[in-house]
């Protein structure tokens, strides 16, 4: 069964965390899955959102009028931007003035969001959860993770606000640890499962933000967890690339291989770890690799 | 030839500011067969009804028309004055010019037009007024109370006292309801179960009382003063004239201590046969028919424990449900309440970790006939607590959960906290997350004071948002907006004080009796001031927490006003039924039994006559919603009092000047 999704990068998955990019095309590819390039996306508008509202929604509606332009779903690897195109298209169908101004502005570059738009939008944990299925995925593991202990962590903007409808349940999120399961890995809870990584606060209060994302990380290594697995490039920027800084700002004893859960259900698949872009993780991700084999 | 009187009432300023009341005396007057107008400052007052009364006599009226205020309001008062001059009250007619009229409009000579036209518009209809006579109604001098709790009990006593036979239906094995789960009552200290086995075996061997324990109301018929009820008592397999109590049975059972016990919350274990709690009233054993080996698999061992243990041979494997039919004149429904599911408080930790737990079952841990024998241990790991926290309002004043206080919160918890201290000593860390302080209630405020000057009970002005469950203990934050500080609280035990929701059995007897119920799903009352035990059936009252959550002093006033309202109902010498009951012209009637489907009461049934279905009204059922009337195909019912043909000339009469 051939499926065809718009693939919506976003900002950093496209750059500076393209080992999510990589890694979503390659397990995209073994489950016969094509991702279209639409050329026009544009950013979502999530960075601007606390200064005007309204530039936001019309940058995301017109994301998702693109894509519903070609017939295709919107696969949005980013939580950030799964959020933001989700809670535009929320906010556009209840309100109808809102609606009518966006459209006033789509409709000279000849786009208009529809009410109820056509195009779903989807996440990682939904491409995986729902239109692949665990089924499918469990009989696909070809080098199982046994004995391999994995934390899951959801971030904020895949559960949150539950109003608008999220991949996951915001109090008690369980489809990840599912899918680590599947992989033949042991998914570990831990009580501080659904903190936050810190990457808001990056910007403007940079100390706050590497101890909120060095606690997590030391809380972790005290349950000793093989390897924490995320699925937004901002929550994986904190825990992989600014792991070390993290460190020294708790003066943590932390030193937790980080990797995205297609990364992780990649390696399962029995796909080379190159392809998967691991070599571009800077946490120590040989220690998995290397359990792996 | 009618001869219709008119009075018009100014109501000091209410209506006369607004409508001139002198022209539209002079209006009136000009009216078809008005014969009388008269105009006076209050028209309810001795006075005025005086005028009135001379008026019939003198105009030797057979018709009068209020032009007041809502009938609502005085509707009666008018009806008494028109029967104490000998004219058939049924001939009143009231319009509304004050609600109506002089309240809703500003300008003087709408408002003056507008009381015209309706006074217009009521003397049309009383031209065509008809004396009616309601139908008296037996009154059976019985009364049922569902719930056994200390409300029903309440309403049971007080009815049964004044000489009433009150039959008193409760679900549980045995009567007592939450009070009897509780260790003491605050701000007295009282011990619950002192207070309230006295009452207890007090309704027990009234001779009055009539109590049906283990049995469930079924279906209730009929109306106020006739109500045919179907109660099933649910077997018990033990025969109650034959057990003493003496528990030999319960010693004996082959699943002793294996059965989680409700009445202690599953916190304590029962076998299949047992006693709610030891202070059960009727004191008489019952086998659980879903855990007992012989009933659920068809034996136990070579032969029942029980069987054998029991010298007085009152075990019954085949015992039956019985059906008991009663009449009664009056209801008071008292079922109760139960706490907010367990789903509202998953983020406040219960269920995650066996050391979150609710007020209720900290109340039967710290009572020394408790599954722990008073001693309030840690559930993870059975030791005793360093810290203990209490989260106030969990699930309370919550727009995703239950919007309502639940009232009684703030004092269990403050009780609580004197409970630890009084028993588990000064060593123990309290903390209390509280939102407000609702010490309401005499002497709470000071019991307030005394708690919060005790040593080492941390209060704290916030709400939690998360309890996180680490594995050596709890993690509780709180933002403290008294102090302007975030604390991190690390404790043993939580014990939330939980949201209040009607019970099952009040959803029951809503659906059984088809009461109303407000917003929050409690039983609604008639007037949130006037008539709060009344529900809107008549004959039909409310007790206790089945209306709102409350104390247990206001449950007790609560239930001792529904049992007075209910039995000044039960000593009238006769009942009214409605005037205003439907009536089928057979003659037209097709019995094609529409009007039976839409009839909420069930008043409606059919009749052979000359070998055809017709449909007819029982009028002492019937409650005259019109419904049947509009749904008729045929046009074949017709409302006394309403008659189409009293309605075509109102509205005829609104176009006319």
Redesign the interface.
Known sequence: MSKRYALYPGCLASTEQYAYELSVREVSSFFNIELVNLDDFSCCGEPIKSINQLLTLYLSARNISIAEKSNLDVYAPCAMCHLALSEAAFILDSDNDLRCRVNKVLSSEGLEYHYKHKSRILHTVDVLYDDIGLEKLKNSVRKPLTGLKVAAHYGCHLIRPSEIGRPDNP??PSKIESIIQVTGAEPVYY??RLDCCGAPLLPTRQESALTKTGEKLQALHEGAVDVLVDVCPWCHKMFDEQQVKAKETVAGGFNIPVLYLTQLVGLALGLKHDRLGLDLNQSPVEKVISKVK | MPRIGVFICHCGVNIAQNVNVEEVKRYAERLKDVVVSRDYKYLCSNTGCGIIKEAIKEYKLDGVVVAACSPRMHEHTFQRVAEESGLNKYKVEVANIREQCSWVHSSRDEATSKAKTLVRMAVAKARLAEDLKPARIKITREALVIGGGVAGIQSALDLANEGFKVHLVEREPSIGGRMAQLDKTFPTLDCASCILTPKMMEAANHPNIDLLVYSEVESVKGSVGDYTVRVKKKPRYVDPGKCTGCGDCASACRLKNKVKNEFDLGLGRRGAVYVPFPQAVPLKYVIDDKTCLYLTKGRCGDEPLCMKACKQGAIDFKQKEEIVDLRVGVIIVATGYDLIDKVGL??LGYGRSPDVITTLEFERLINSSGPTRGEVLRPSNNEKPGSITFILCAGSRDKRLCEWCCRVGCMTALKQVYLIREKLGDTVEVNVCYTDIRSYGKGYEEFYRRIRGVDNVNMFRGRPSEV???PDGL?VNVFDTLSDKLFEIKTDLVVLVPAIVPSTGTLDAARTLRLSRSNDGFLMEAHPKLRPMDSFLSGVFIAGCCQGPKDIQDTVAHASGAASRAAWILSSDTLEALPYTAVVNEDLCSGCKTCLLVCPYQAIETVMKDNKLRARVNSTLCQGCGCCVVACPAKAIYQLGFKDEQIKPMITGLKEE
């Open positions: 109090e008690n009580p501080e | 998953y983020e996180r469950v680490k993690i």
